[in-house]
Nanobody, 121 residues
Framework: QVQLMESGGASVAAGGSLRLSCAGS????????MAWYRQAAGKEREGVAF???????RYRDSVKGRFTISKNNANDTLYLQMNSLKPEDTAMYYC???????????????WGQGTQVTVSS
């Protein structure tokens, strides 16, 4: 059973940077599809950045060039480096995992508990 724990959320001024971390555990953690989602108050949860062994990375348009998703298999941790933060990036950020087979994600998703990012103007 994969388990996820996010950290790194904080309050920052616009233009600042943060790095979120997602520590994982479980038998298939390092081979799975992984992503960062976010949910702002009163809005639906949305995918921000995805990383999948065999399929690379992809980002939602609004964060391209500012956010970078990466994974360190040596310490079982997923990261999201966020630069040039904007007030519209304010949200609860969640780590997400699913099984991976040759770049195809499947099975029941696993979520972390979330970490709050607040960007002030």
């Amino acid at each position: 059973q994969v388990q996820l724990m996010e950290s790194g959320g904080a309050s920052v001024a616009a233009g600042g940077s943060l790095r979120l971390s997602c520590a994982g555990s479980g038998r298939y953690y390092n081979t799975g599809c992984m992503a960062w989602y976010r949910q702002a108050a009163g809005k639906e949860r949305e995918g921000v950045a995805f990383i999948t062994p065999g399929a690379g990375t992809r980002y939602r348009d609004s964060v391209k060039g500012r956010f970078t998703i990466s994974k360190n298999n040596a310490n079982d941790t997923l990261y999201l480096q966020m630069n040039s933060l904007k007030p519209e990036d304010t949200a609860m950020y969640y780590c997400w995992w699913r099984h991976n087979s040759a770049g195809n994600c499947y099975g029941e998703p696993v979520w972390g508990q979330g970490t709050q990012v607040t960007v002030s103007s």
